[in-house]
Nanobody, 115 residues
Framework: QVQVAESGGGLVQPGGSLRLSCAAS????????MGWYHQAPGKQRELVATIISTGITNYADSLKGRFTISRDNAKTTVYLQMNSLKPEDTAVYYCNARVVVNQYWGQGTQDTVSS
């Protein structure tokens, strides 16, 4: 069993930056992929970025260059650095951990980009 919990985020002006954190607990060594997804109002949840156990990262094409996923050396915390934020980045951001065929989700954190 794995648990993930997001922190960070909030309200930021266009062009600003936010950093999200996701702390994993439980059977951490069994996690193969961790990632971030976002869900804007009225839209489906979409991939933002993932990082696999070897450290290889993957990003949604539309977010490359502005968002960066990383993790700590203990592989217990994953970060999402978001720069040059736009109003359309406003969404609930969810952390995800995959263990074989099972997926574990955090409760999400609301990020709002507005002047």
């Amino acid at each position: 069993q794995v648990q993930v919990a997001e922190s960070g985020g909030g309200l930021v002006q266009p062009g600003g930056s936010l950093r999200l954190s996701c702390a994993a607990s439980g059977s951490i060594s069994s996690i193969s992929v961790m990632g971030w997804y976002h869900q804007a109002p009225g839209k489906q949840r979409e991939l933002v970025a993932t990082i696999i156990s070897t450290g290889i990262t993957n990003y949604a094409d539309s977010l490359k260059g502005r968002f960066t996923i990383s993790r700590d050396n203990a592989k217990t915390t994953v970060y999402l650095q978001m720069n040059s934020l736009k109003p359309e980045d406003t969404a609930v951001y969810y952390c995800n951990a995959r263990v074989v065929v099972n997926q574990y989700w955090g409760q999400g954190t609301q990020d709002t980009v507005s002047s």
